[in-house]
């Protein structure tokens, strides 16, 4: 039965990876946002932390608008899910960013990290409560 509830949990789980994907690389912050619970913890590669949804949505619709244009060479795999009950995700992901360039004169740099979220299942469905970005640097 667990095998069966681990399933089940993975559709849904997957789906919200698929909607961040998408909602990120077409810049749709608001959209986006939606994916996280109200209260969710956000810490940023560079270490900022935000602490609530709209926080969290504004400070990622604040980025320069060279770098939200590249927002389409954003990528995310799951990479590892560890259901720790019926209603809480663990989840791992690695994520690549092809040819950002952090100014539009600044020289572009293949970036790579992985984030780490909880996921919890609501009555919307599935949406992310807390999340951690790590780059990984060469």
């Not at 504004?58 to 590249?70: I, M």
């Amino acid at each position: 039965m667990r095998e069966v509830a681990m399933n089940v949990g993975m559709i849904g789980i997957e789906d919200v990876i698929e909607r961040y994907v998408q909602t990120w690389q077409r810049d749709d912050m608001d959209a986006w946002g939606e994916l996280f619970t109200e209260d969710c913890d956000f810490v940023a590669w560079a270490g900022q932390w935000w602490k609530t949804r709209r926080e969290n949505v504004d400070a990622h619709k604040c980025v320069h608008a060279s770098v939200a244009k590249q927002r389409q060479n954003y990528e995310l795999e799951i990479a590892k899910v560890d259901m720790l009950c019926s209603e809480l995700a663990l989840v791992h992901a690695r994520w690549s960013w092809r040819e950002f360039r952090a100014m539009p004169d600044a020289p572009s740099d293949d970036r790579s990290g992985i984030v780490t979220m909880v996921m919890m299942k609501t009555e919307a469905g599935w949406r992310i409560r807390a999340s951690h970005n790590a780059r990984v640097t060469p």
